[in-house]
């Protein structure tokens, strides 16, 4: 079984355009917490999948894309996240088969 992990990923992109396609490609794989940061669980493979896609979007010498690793997913995140101001909630992933 392949441990999923929490990510943080934000992003700081100039043009509207890649802006757009990177927000697009973060959508379905997490939550979007603020304008430019997704709240992610991902297992090793679609991280890779996720960074291969940026990577491709993005203008290396203009752009930022910050991914960090905030430990595995089964492990509750109190005291690992603060809150000031309204609190983030975690949306609740459902598969329907």
Do not use: W
């Not at 990177?22 to 939550?31: I, Q, T, Y």
């Not at 996720?50 to 993005?58: A, P, T, Y």
């Amino acid at each position: 079984m392949t441990t999923r992990r929490h990510y943080i990923v934000s992003y700081d992109i100039s043009d509207d355009k890649r802006r757009t396609k990177v927000f697009e490609s973060l959508l379905g794989r997490g939550d979007h917490a603020q304008f430019s940061v997704f709240f992610c669980q991902l297992n090793p493979q679609e991280l890779a999948e996720l960074r291969s896609e940026i990577i491709s979007i993005v203008h290396h010498t203009e752009d930022q894309v910050l991914v960090v690793d905030l430990g595995p997913a089964h492990n509750p995140l109190e005291g690992g996240i603060e809150y000031i101001g309204k609190p983030f909630r975690v949306s609740t992933r459902v598969i329907v088969v």
